[in-house]
């Protein structure tokens, strides 16, 4: 009986091991925002609306502003919270800004959506000013269906003003009207503006380190089959 019992549990332990085996990172174009890393800031508006920069991989919707950042001490915020030794937010460490205008980015992968994916989100975030001092960020899994984006995970982050990274994750699972399509992330300042009569009426919040990793479904059936397979096998030897 302890030896049936020793060889089902190192079967299923057979079997986890293939499942985060097949756990992996869908690739996503400067997520850490490190492609622009010592150019300072990159505003992508103008007093038209019109973009005058460029973040690499990621793609500005709506007015609002997205600035990619190398503080490198311009503000003196918490020292290193990212693990750099300087005295700037984010130790220096370029990152993305979004003030509450309608500001958002997305990003479509190259990854086509299979049958049960799951998905996980990562990404931190950071409170930098909102007159109210709450700030509301809305994160979003899409699939690409035709010229649209289609939305099937999404969640709202509330943060204070930190001046220091907060890790969030979402998850969410593929749905059958997703396979084959592309998958991609979209980040959003949704902070509702304030209506104060000054620049301050506005908020701004920083993202960074974004990751988007997946589990793909025969993973877990394999999980299943193997376990099967060795009760089977026990039977039979009983």
């Known amino acids: 009986m302890k030896m049936k019992f020793a060889l089902l549990s190192a ?11 097949h756990a992996s990172n869908i690739a ?3 997520g850490d925002f490190s492609a622009n890393q010592g150019q300072g800031k990159v505003f992508l508006w103008n007093a038209t609306g019109a973009p005058t920069g460029s973040i690499p991989g990621w ?3 709506g007015s609002g502003g997205a600035i990619n950042y190398d503080l490198g001490g311009l503000y003196v915020g918490n020292s290193g919270v990212d693990g750099a030794p300087d005295n700037s937010n ?3 460490a370029a990152h993305l800004w979004l003030d509450s205008y309608d500001s958002s980015v997305f990003q479509t992968t190259s990854y086509s959506a299979q049958s049960g994916d799951q998905y996980t989100l990562s990404l931190n975030i950071s409170g930098e000013w909102a007159p109210d001092g709450k700030h509301d960020s809305l994160v979003s899994l899409y699939y690409v269906s035709g010229l649209s984006k289609v939305v099937f995970a999404s969640q709202t982050f509330t943060g204070p003003n930190a001046w220091g990274w907060t890790p969030q994750t979402l998850t969410g699972a593929a749905p059958e009207a ?3 399509d592309l998958i991609g992330v979209e980040i959003q300042n949704v902070t509702p503006e304030s209506g104060l009569a000054s620049n301050n009426d506005d908020s701004y919040t920083s993202f960074g380190n974004v990751t988007l990793g997946v589990v793909p479904e025969p993973a877990s059936i394999l999980l299943v089959s193997l376990g099967g397979l060795a009760l089977v096998a026990f039977r039979r030897r009983a």
């Not at 079967?11 to 091991?17: F, I, K, P, R, Y």
């Open 28 to 30: 996503l174009v400067n």
């Open 59 to 61: 793609t500005p919707s």
């Open 90 to 92: 984010y130790g220096g």
């Open 11 to 21: 079967s299923c332990l057979v079997a986890l091991s293939v499942v985060q085996s």
């Open 178 to 180: 997703a396979l084959g």
